[in-house]
């Protein structure tokens, strides 16, 4: 079987109006992707930078899988949160990109979008009380099948850097 090893970390995130960030994250393949090692989805710890507005995690990523095709390829998903002084959390983004298919490293920037609620009063409420709109099936933000529909603000960005190697893809035609 061909294997796939992706190692790096979630660097931070920039060009968030908030502060206190975190990043919940994920990784969805297709059923022919089966992992080996490594975790499936995970959190970083809080961030409140005191200049400038990047918040570092440096978080960690260790995924190997196997498969026996191409088709499904994994995908990373992540939501970007803020924590405020009362410890409430609030969405800050939505975003997800492809594991990159080439070996070797790859700095990444995932761009971030939120959705956008209701009438204006209701926007108005969320900039005064907070809380503000999310999605009721977190699915939707790596699979596409209704996304086109969704009202959508752009948010910051989430930087990483991953380092890729392949295994026996050769077998299946695939040349690196």
Known sequence: MAELHVIGQIVGASGFPQSSLFCKWGVHTGGAWRLLSGLREGQTQVDSPQTGDTAY????????????????????????????????????????????????????????????????????AHSFVGGGPQLRSPDLVYTGAQRYRLHTAAAGTVELELAVALRHFDRYGVES
Request: hydrophobic share 30%; aromatic share 14%.
């Open 57 to 124: 995690w440096s978080h960690p990523i260790d995924l190997h899988y196997t498969t026996k095709g191409l088709q499904g390829w994994p995908k990373l998903h992540l939501q970007v949160w803020s924590e405020d002084w009362l410890g409430r959390c609030q969405l800050c983004g939505y975003g997800f990109l492809h594991l990159p298919s080439s070996p070797g490293p790859h700095r990444l920037r995932c761009p971030t979008w939120l959705p956008l609620g209701g009438t204006w009063p209701e926007r108005l």
